[in-house]
Nanobody, 114 residues
Framework: VQLQASGGGLVQAGGSLRLSCAAT????????MGWHRQIPGKERELVAT???????YYADTVKGRFTISRNNDNDMAYLQMNSLKPEDSAFYYC?????????WGQGTQVTVSS
């Protein structure tokens, strides 16, 4: 499975961005997809993900502002980010989990100016 994230950029506080993650390869093996973020020098943190039970998980810091979604073919995942704050600035990574492997895409940078 290969993942390609896109959609990052520079936005003012209060603005919105939509991140996309395209999955190619053995997509039928994908069980869940999600989004993480990382500030250089800090640990990567989970932002939002589909759960194995078919539910959704959001970090408390983004609840009510971010929405994760995917297409019916299960080869695209999205992260709609609204009401962005400067503390949301980070590299955002999508991941796809199969039974055996957790795949990662390259990061897409989000910068929120105050």
């Amino acid at each position: 499975v290969q993942l390609q994230a896109s959609g990052g950029g520079l936005v003012q506080a209060g603005g919105s961005l939509r991140l996309s993650c395209a999955a190619t390869g053995n997509i039928v093996s994908i069980i869940t997809m999600g989004w993480h973020r990382q500030i250089p020098g800090k640990e990567r943190e989970l932002v939002a993900t589909f759960t194995t039970g078919g539910g959704l998980y959001y970090a408390d810091t983004v609840k009510g502002r971010f929405t994760i979604s995917r297409n019916n073919d299960n080869d695209m995942a999205y992260l709609q980010m609204n009401s962005l704050k400067p503390e949301d600035s980070a590299f955002y990574y999508c991941n796809a989990r199969t039974r055996r492997v957790n795949y990662w895409g390259q990061g897409t940078q989000v910068t929120v100016s105050s």
